[in-house]
């Protein structure tokens, strides 16, 4: 696959962000447990009904504009280059929703020898200014089990872009058995190579009980089973 050289970065340009946070574990997918920066950003174009990071879209119940603040990308990356850590993660919130910018954060982080991994809900389609080396996508479709009408949370042109860019890997949030069959129509369709399967929750007891019922059908796959590391240390502690 051809890459596309990251552009240079603009002077003036910001990311709407709700939190910055770290050294923690990353606690989910193929990176679970090792050291991570993260940069939350802000804003969502889902309403998933078990999300646990309300407070970057939910206007119902938080104020946004005292969740959010604007931050120039060249202090963010100053930030994270102040930490030895080698690992950044941009979160969200919808990440991709702001991406004109995030090449100009991904520049310096990668120049420096950083890996740059973005989470996105797979609805919007990937600048080729991210096709970069050192980048992957945690890739996190939305299952019917989100709530969220399947026109809304699933995007054909995104997801196939995605997982044609070899820069990808798919993580699931799965409630019960009955989800796997819809990851394996969503793997199959779209030529998932790497297919990851968390258990939803928010506490130990919900995220070890989903995953002690979804683990041996995920292996019998030939899937991978994540657990989220930081619920089972902290819960859903804001900033872990």
Known sequence: MTRTAVSVPS??????????????????????????????????????????TPYTWDVSRFNLREQRQRVPVADLAAWALDHPVQLIVVTGGEPLLQQRHLPALAEPLLKAGRRLEIETNGTVTPDPALLVDGLCFNVSPKLA???????RRIKPAALEALSASGQAVFKFVARDLADLDEIAELAERFAMKQVWVMPEGVTTDHV?????????????????????????????ERGR
């Open 11 to 52: 002077r003036d340009a910001t990311l709407r962000i709700a939190e910055r946070f770290g050294p923690t574990p990353q606690g989910e997918g193929p990176s679970a447990g090792q050291p991570a920066l993260f940069i939350r950003l802000s804003g969502c174009n889902l309403s998933c009904s078990w999300c646990d």
């Open 208 to 236: 070890l009980g989903r995953a002690h019922l979804l683990a041996e059908a995920v292996i019998a796959r030939g899937w991978s089973l994540s657990l989220r590391l930081h619920v089972l240390l902290w819960g859903d």
């Open 145 to 151: 089990n989100a709530h969220v009408p399947r026109e």
